[in-house]
């Protein structure tokens, strides 16, 4: 194969120039702060590789050095095929070495002449060229062409691009291997990218909105104003008073946002209302008469769903929470009762359990269909610890089963029976890593570099909840309901690792996975290899990380992959060295190399004078034996909390934040599950916004947070 590296020279320019960088295996004026990220341009690729985006402003007269290895690609739309280096020269074992052949075509929507097999660079906008000529230094009229290529002192108006006297603002670059017939072709080009640096804004991570309930907790607490339904989402009309989690996807056949919810508290339904229940909560009256005094209405742990038109923004996002269909009434006859997720049994009989903690934790729309990944399989005996991870196809209001149950993706832990002669045991093994999941498409351009033929599925993942990193996988899109091929074989496949190139490596076992992110901040060991961690007997880390819910999406402007989750909970929990929280990370393809993790929120830290973005603002925060943040000033709101048998502001709940927090004044909240939202990111000059879904525990609820970065020369 060709490897190719290009390096962008920062320019000295009058007025603002946001100087920029680069494809390049390292920059002539700084440092790198993550590897070169290679990318396999495959000869098959007709719509070229992945988009390379520089930003900020770069002119004719910008330099770059561009160097390429040995090999080849290989053309056999060519009659008796050819193989050919970055100029289109036929190398040795062609059948003309040192020639090369032409044709007239179109490529990366520029009508020209190229050379068959050489390696072309197109700027959206501007136009194609052919980076290496078809000359005797190429190899013309060698017996033996050289495969090792080297442009130097290059700018790209000496390579023929003609931009505007004001230059070009984030110029979108794509490599494509000149041909015009791809689908028999073989080999492929090296490329070697280095992708603008994100540097985390300090501080800069704010709410934005209360997503969900009828009231804001934070300015109702306050005295700021009175419950307001316009001033979160429409919960009362569904009645929705709270819920956690928030993961949203694209229906790109409807065109709307589709968001995911945990289990779910019923809004207070005032006295005076007409209401026929059973619900111990509410007292049972007859349709025309009203319960004698307010109640909150039981959804026993019930997982809802809303919807918002694609259109929305960040300060537009209003909910349309889903109803249940005419003349279904699951629960107790409460009007307006919200639609649950609740998937019908999986193919072989197996029920798919919605009960306390299973819950729709992410969705993605693969091929026009909707599907939504649930984890299920919780105990109140063993918490997470043997929980699964089922697809289900979202099929919609039309049909008469709206989420279709379908095969386990993957599972947390078994069990097995263990014998040494006569003596058996019950241990426990871990056997998967993808119950806690974000699933996402593989567009072709990232496909093709697995040698896939139509996009795929990617999976990122953890399969013990805040006791794991974070794992990818893929699949082709059109295997990922099934998971097996034609002939019955598992189709997914497991990233185990960067061989020495930078390329991913893989393999068909979930066991042999290792972490594409490592959830470490506090640098416990790594390790690699196929482990099969038991966890009866005492072991050294194998997986340090601490993730509990993980977000990834891709950024088209700036060609990166963003990724939020929370963890770095590995410190005591009395520590005040704050590293848990909420963490991001980026890379230029979903298999990295990823950027170091950054923390850029938590809630304790940014309680703090002037930021006022924490405990004692919107989450609760409650001192307790540990006393983790003191110099928190404030209480913050109290409640709706669940668990308490319909009454989330004034009932008891099973301790779940330390000692003594049974009631909505006496549980701390907490930060978790920070969920981006793909297309509220922006690119505004040299800074990125992310913008994510935020569940704060007390109250129970979810908030809209956004997080700034800077866009920063390598």
């Known amino acids: 194969m060709i490897r190719v590296s290009l390096s962008v020279r920062r320019m000295t320019c009058p007025g603002t120039c946001l100087l920029w960088a680069s494809l390049a295996a390292a920059s ?15 000869a098959v690729a007709q719509s070229g590789g992945p988009v390379y985006v520089v930003p900020g402003t770069v002119t004719e007269s910008t330099p770059f050095n561009l160097t390429a290895a040995s090999g080849s690609v290989c053309l056999q739309g060519v009659p008796g095929g050819i193989c050919t280096n970055a100029a289109g020269i036929e190398v040795a074992g062609s059948p003309s070495p040192g020639t090369f052949t032409t044709f007239a075509g179109t490529v990366g929507a520029s009508s020209g002449k190229w050379s068959f097999g050489a390696l072309l660079m197109s700027i959206e906008g501007v136009g194609t060229v052919q980076v290496f000529p078809s000359k005797p230094p190429n190899g013309l009229g060698s017996k033996t062409p050289s495969t090792k290529l080297t442009l130097t002192g290059a700018t790209f108006g000496s390579l023929g691009f003609t931009f505007p006297s004001a230059g070009i603002d984030s110029p979108r670059i794509t490599f494509f291997v000149a041909d015009n017939e791809y689908s028999d072709n073989s080999g492929d080009f090296l490329l070697s990218l280095v992708s603008p640096l994100l540097e985390f804004q300090p501080w800069s991570t704010s709410k934005v909105m209360q997503v969900v309930g009828p009231c804001d907790w934070q300015f109702w607490e306050s005295g700021k104003g009175p419950c307001n339904p316009t001033a979160a989402s429409l919960g009362a009309p569904s009645q929705i008073l709270g819920m956690g989690l928030g993961y949203s996807f694209p229906d790109l056949t409807h065109g709307k946002l589709i968001f ?24 049972a009256t007859a349709p025309s008469s009203p319960p004698p005094s307010p109640c909150f209405p039981n959804f026993h742990a019930r997982d809802n769903i809303a919807t918002a038109p694609d259109a929305s923004t960040p300060l537009s996002l209003t909910l349309d929470f889903l109803q249940s269909k005419p003349g279904i009434d699951p629960l107790n006859h409460i009007p307006n009762s919200p639609l649950f997720v609740e998937p019908s049994p999986q193919p072989d009989g197996t029920v798919v359990d919605m009960g306390t903690d299973d819950i729709p934790n992410s ?33 919609g209001s039309s049909a008469k089963t709206e989420f279709v149950g379908g095969r386990t993706l993957s599972k947390a832990n078994i069990r097995k029976l263990v014998c040494e002669g006569i003596t058996c045991i019950t241990k426990v093994f871990q056997d998967g890593h993808f119950v806690f999941v974000s699933p996402h498409i593989l567009p072709i351009a990232f496909a093709q570099q697995l040698g896939l033929s139509e996009p795929g599925v990617l999976i990122f993942g953890n399969g013990q909840y805040r ?30 690792g960067l061989d020495n190139a930078g390329r991913p490596t893989w393999s068909n076992n979930e066991l042999c996975a290792v972490p594409v992110v490592y959830d470490n901040p506090t640098g416990l060991p790594k390790s690699s290899g196929c482990i099969v961690q038991e966890f009866s007997a005492p072991a050294p880390p194998v997986d340090p990380g601490t993730v509990g819910n993980v977000s990834v999406t891709y950024n088209s402007d700036l060609a990166l992959w963003l990724m939020t989750w929370d963890g770095g909970r590995q410190q005591p929990p009395s520590s005040l060295i704050h590293v848990n929280g909420d963490y991001f990370s980026y890379a230029p393809a979903p298999w990295g190399p990823w950027s170091t993790p950054t923390l850029i929120y938590n809630e304790c830290e940014f309680a703090a004078a002037p930021y006022r973005q924490g405990f004692g603002d919107f989450i ?16 913050g709101p109290a409640g709706p909390i669940i668990g308490t048998a319909g009454a989330p502001f004034t009932g008891t709940a099973p301790p779940k934040g330390g000692p003594g927090s049974s009631t909505a004044h006496s549980t701390r909240g907490g ?14 000059g040299g800074q990125l916004s992310i913008y994510f879904d935020l569940s704060t525990w007390n109250p129970y609820t979810v908030v809209l947070m956004q997080s700034n970065f800077t866009i920063n020369p390598n």
């Open 363 to 395: 969705g993605v729309n693969v091929n026009g269909e909707n599907y939504i990944v649930v984890n299920t399989g919780h105990t109140s005996k063993d918490g997470q610890e043997f929980a699964r991870s089922v697809l289900v196809d979202y099929a």
């Open 260 to 283: 995911l919810f945990g289990d779910t508290v019923g809004v207070e339904i005032p006295s005076g209302e007409s209401l026929q229940t059973t619900d111990p909560a509410c007292p």
């Open 28 to 42: 002539s004026w700084g440092q790198v702060s993550f590897p070169t990220y290679p990318y396999i341009l495959p």
């Open 671 to 684: 930060q978790f599950a920070p969920l981006q939202i793909e297309s509220f990111a922006a690119v505004n």
């Open 467 to 496: 006791a794991e990193s974070i794992y990818l996988s893929y699949i082709p899109a059109s295997q990922f309901w099934k998971g097996k091929d034609a002939m019955g074989n598992d189709t997914t496949t497991y990233f185990t």
């Open 620 to 635: 609760r925060y409650v001192p307790g034996p540990d006393n983790p943040c003191p110099s928190v000033p404030l209480s």
